[in-house]
């Protein structure tokens, strides 16, 4: 029951900026990709269905019920919106 916000712990990212700066030229790593819950992608999108942008308020109160950070949320939403608008 080891719960992850899907995002790699701090210490991994210090060890492999560490092991760049000795000699990689890649730079700075990117996060670990969230995978979102089927669960968790069906109240996204339903939630998506009734309101295409999202307030404070309503952002805290969606992370809080999915288990997830305001940022995931924000960032989910506008990934949507842009799909949306490549559909269209």
Known sequence: ADESSGYES?????????????GGSRGRQRRARTAF???QV???????????YLGATERRKLAAAL???EIQI???FQNRRMKLKRQI
């Open 42 to 52: 069906c109240r996204l999108e339903k939630t998506f269905q009734r309101q295409k």
């Open 74 to 76: 924000k960032t989910w």
């Open 10 to 22: 701090e210490s991994a990212g210090a060890e492999r900026a560490g092991a760049a700066a000795a």
């Open 67 to 69: 288990q997830l950070s």
């Open 37 to 39: 819950t089927s669960e």
